[in-house]
Structure formats: structure tokens, C-alpha cells
């Protein structure tokens, strides 16, 4: 079973900075995209996606954190540094995967890191 595993989250004020990675316990080849969504706490708070890479490396992010977030592959890890965080950008941060299984997507998730953005 392959895992994703999510690092780098943290505690940070708001204007700070910090980068989030994941990785896969196994190569997983070729994927149509590495995402990043994000689930705030509280009750009936819905996943949020947050950016994604492409299997060929083209960004998008949502307007919420254009300008302030970076997604970026590294060899078989993906990065995302995230700056000038607000306290709304507080959640656990999850990545995903989705890559084709003959004519099916399949996805994988990883078990999140929490950020905290808060003074």
C-alpha cells in the first residue's frame, strides 16, 4: 500500500513562511497530479484544495493563495512553500496524488500536517 507522508508544518505567526513536503513510500511513475488540500477545524469543515503540480510540472493554485504559495517537485518529493501566511491558511494540510490505473484514477492521501498560523 503506498503511503504519502506530509512534513513541515508548524506553528508560525501571520506574514510568516513555511514549506510543506510530501513524499511516497515507493515511486509511483508517472501521476497527473501532486495536490495539496487543506481542512480547517471545527464542524462541518469541508477539504479545501489548496495547489497542485502536473505530472509535467505546470502549477495552479487557488485565488485564495495565488502570489503567497509555491508548489514545486523535487526529484519524488513536492514541496510547497507558503509565505506571508494568515490566520485563515490554519488547517491540517494533506497531500494527494492521483494517477491513472489502466482506464481508472486512483488517489492517495497522505495523513496531514497541522499549520497554525497565529499570533
Known amino acids: 500500500q503506498v503511503q504519502l507522508v506530509e512534513s513541515g508544518g508548524g506553528s508560525v505567526q501571520p506574514g510568516g513562511s513555511l514549506t510543506l513536503s510530501c513524499v511516497a513510500s515507493e515511486n509511483l511513475g508517472s501521476v497527473i497530479a501532486t495536490n495539496w488540500y487543506r481542512q480547517a477545524t471545527g464542524n462541518g469543515k469541508e477539504r479545501e484544495w489548496v495547489a497542485a503540480i502536473s505530472g509535467v510540472g505546470h502549477p495552479t493554485y487557488a485565488e485564495s493563495v495565488k502570489g503567497r504559495f509555491t508548489i514545486f517537485r523535487d526529484r519524488d518529493e513536492v514541496h510547497m512553500e507558503m509565505s506571508s501566511l494568515k490566520s485563515e491558511d490554519t488547517g491540517v494540510y494533506f497531500c494527494?496524488?492521483?494517477?491513472?490505473?489502466?482506464?481508472?484514477?486512483?488517489?492517495?492521501w497522505g495523513q496531514g500536517t497541522q499549520v497554525n498560523v497565529s499570533s
Open positions: 494527494n496524488v492521483k494517477k491513472l490505473r489502466g482506464y481508472s484514477v486512483i488517489e492517495f
